[in-house]
């Protein structure tokens, strides 16, 4: 359904090109839930936002491809992106407040959403509105869909986002860490009603998140994300169990004790890649623990490639090169 294939994505900035994205591979199937995880600055929103095509006429240089059932979105004009956007591929934004307009009430900007796509009389996009944002599980939403965002609260927002994102009811969401801003109670309560949204319109979903737990709860593979690569992808069952990247790995040593008492994650030393000045080998080997296991200092000089082994890719040369210990300790 979606293929990302070597997408790379630049800002210029006063201090030179910010190089978000490098190679960004991924692929969705439809009807998928594919977890996209990785430290903050790896680039998900990056590549979420490249998706939707929202760098069009914006100074960001993008090269790469992202087809989507077959059709070349970097080669759309913004006029035809916007025949996409919200109907074929919608997005929950990792923040509600600055992807709402504060002046429009939460009913407008849903009817309005419904109107782009549908040829239906002001009236009737307020009623679907009104339906939508019930489907979402917001109190009295007659009266509700005259409000302004600013009047709702975290979790009624997030409702209401997810509202907008699937009133066209697109075969692609794109939910950018959608609870993030939530506490647990309401969080459980959004992620439930999206795989229920999911269930209902047979969507595939690109689900964002630092959360692995989320992950293992929604997802059926996942993307792992570093210094804006693909540096892992496979199901969610080997991601977790057979780690193959050094960052994978250290992800999964990260995760919080299963027992409870200790919740604290042991992050991975180091710090992320700076943006504007990437190594020119393994962008993560100044952190690998491995990297002086693979001779040459190949992993200094040489970007490894992502090897695709069947279901599973990984991009590392110790890997490749089968240099690394075959088990690892996850969790305790
Ligand atoms: N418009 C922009 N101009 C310059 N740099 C940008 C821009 N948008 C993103 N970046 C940079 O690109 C990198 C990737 O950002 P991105 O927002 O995709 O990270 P992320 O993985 O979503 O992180 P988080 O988990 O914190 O949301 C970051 O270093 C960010 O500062
Ligand atoms: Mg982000």
């Known amino acids: 359904m979606l293929s990302v294939k070597n997408l ?30 990785g430290e903050s600055g790896s680039g998900k929103s990056v590549t979420s936002q490249a998706i939707m095509g929202l760098f069009k006429e914006t100074r960001a240089k993008i090269s790469g491809e992202i087809t989507f059932e077959g059709t070349d979105l970097l080669a759309l004009s913004e006029d035809r992106m916007r025949t996409f956007r919200g109907k074929k591929i919608g997005m929950i934004f990792q923040d509600p407040l600055s992807a709402m307009h504060p002046f429009y009430t939460v009913g407008s900007q849903i009817a309005e959403a419904y109107r782009v796509h549908n040829k239906v009389s002001r009236k009737a ?20 869909v005259d409000n302004y965002p600013h ?101 999964m040593a990260s995760m919080p004790h299963l027992s409870g008492e200790d919740d604290r994650l042991t992050p991975i030393p180091g710090s992320p890649p700076a943006l504007l000045d990437l190594p020119s080998g393994c962008i993560f080997a100044d952190r690998c623990e491995f990297a002086a296991l693979v001779p040459d200092n190949r992993c200094q000089n040489e970007r490894p490639q992502l090897l695709v082994t069947g279901e599973h890719a990984a991009r590392c040369h110790g890997h490749e090169m089968s240099l690394l210990p075959k088990t690892i300790k996850v969790g305790a």
Do not use: W
């Open 8 to 37: 790379s994505v630049q800002f210029p900035t006063d201090d030179g090109m910010v190089a978000a994205l490098n190679g960004m591979d991924l692929q969705l199937h439809r009807g998928e839930t594919v977890g996209l995880v």
């Open 151 to 251: 009047e709702f609260s975290g979790g009624m927002r997030q409702r209401a986002m997810i509202a907008m994102a699937l009133v066209c009811e697109p075969e692609l969401l794109i939910a950018d860490e959608p609870t993030t801003a939530l506490d647990v109670t309401v969080q459980a309560q959004i992620l439930d009603l999206i795989s229920e949204l999911q269930a209902e319109t047979n969507s595939a979903v690109i689900f964002v998140t630092h959360d692995l737990g989320v992950v293992a709860q929604l997802c059926q593979r996942v993307v792992v994300m570093y210094g804006g690569q693909c540096v892992e992808q496979a199901s969610v069952r080997e991601i977790f169990t057979a780690p193959s990247h050094p960052y994978t790995r250290g992800l």
């Open 125 to 144: 996009a307020k009623q679907v509105a009104i339906d939508m944002l019930a489907r979402v599980g917001i109190p009295d939403p007659k009266k509700r």
